[in-house]
């Protein structure tokens, strides 16, 4: 009998820890979800102070700096510029928001003067870059102006993402160019054949597998693999002779890169202005206002997964 009412003493001790911690979690979502409802209201009401309308609820558009300096009204001064940042890594993650940013651009075109885009990027992966630059490129076709602003590296990717702006104006000492293409693949077809391991590999087409980690890789295969280089490579020198007119091609699809300053001394026609985005936008900002737009992150998903966590520690 002691030992039933110890185990029930028990049970109901566990049930009123983790009860605590429950309210405690539920608590905390409460005041949280009541802070987001009220950032979401300020938001709504920065957006309606801009003139601007969204089509997606994460769009976040906050007038970053005013045309106060000059003075006069903002009928006066003209319309607000959009602008937009684009830290690139190896496959361009933010192409997305990029996309729906750009669709935020040109649903307001008539309601803006220009988008510049602080575009910092090495580069990357080949068709994540081209999905940028063709999001990019949707903002030039649809009449709107476009400058894109580069401060430490718009490389490879980064610049062939840049291509569709009217001006490219970077700081002296950024990164601009390596127009080429790159691959790298480690074979250990050798050293398997030497222990004794027989990696196979089933295709169906001549040239579905041509060069691989582990497969045998022939003279065939390798030209074959090169070609498909060399054809991408073709592609993006044909766009910068498109939106780059003037400049050598023989001389700039070399893969190499130069600094901003460095490619104006010679003359390579790469970039438009020297200036760093903040001088560039200041200068901008004399007679118009600021406006910038960005993707929204959700505070609560964040603290959602930290709580699953707690709750599983608390049921356990």
């Known amino acids: 009998m002691i030992q039933f009412i110890t185990d029930i003493g028990s049970m109901l001790g566990s049930w009123l820890h983790a009860g605590f911690w429950l309210v405690a979690i539920f608590g905390v979502l409460a005041i949280v979800g009541a802070i987001v409802k009220k950032k979401s209201d300020e938001d709504s009401k920065i957006r309606d102070l801009e003139g601007l309308k969204t089509l997606s609820k994460k769009t976040c558009v906050v007038r970053s700096v005013s045309h106060d300096r000059r003075g006069g009204t903002r009928a006066q001064n003209g319309k607000p510029i959009a602008v937009v940042r684009f830290d690139g890594d190896v496959m361009a993650t933010e192409r997305s928001n990029l996309a729906l940013l750009v669709n935020e651009i040109i ?29 990019l490129e949707r903002v030039r076709k ?41 691959a790298q693949v480690l074979n250990y077809h050798d050293l ?13 087409g001549q040239f579905k597998r041509t060069v691989t980690s582990t497969g045998e890789v022939t003279d065939e295969g390798k030209a074959h693999f090169q070609g498909q280089l060399d054809r991408i490579h073709h592609a993006f020198g044909a766009l910068v002779a498109k939106y780059r007119t003037g400049v050598d091609i023989e001389r700039v699809t070399t893969g190499e890169h130069w600094s901003a300053q460095e490619s104006v001394e010679l003359g390579l026609n790469l ?8 001088e560039y936008l200041f200068s901008a900002n004399g007679n118009r206002d600021l406006i910038t737009l960005s993707i929204k992150k959700d505070p609560k998903s964040k603290l959602l997964s930290l709580m699953s966590a707690g709750i599983d520690m608390v049921i356990d």
């Open 142 to 182: 649809a009449g709107i102006e476009l400058d894109v602003c580069v401060d430490t590296v718009a490389a490879s990717g980064g610049y062939l993402m840049s291509l569709p702006a009217n001006k490219i104006i970077a700081a002296p000492f950024a990164y601009v160019g390596s127009i080429g293409v790159v």
């Open 107 to 135: 649903f307001n075109k008539d309601r803006i003067s220009k988008l510049i885009v602080v575009v910092t990027s090495p580069g990357g992966a080949v068709p994540h870059y081209g999905h940028a630059f063709a999001e």
């Open 271 to 278: 970039v438009d202005e020297i200036a760093t985005s903040s």
């Open 192 to 204: 398997l054949k030497r222990i004794g391991v027989n990696p196979l590999l089933f295709t169906a």
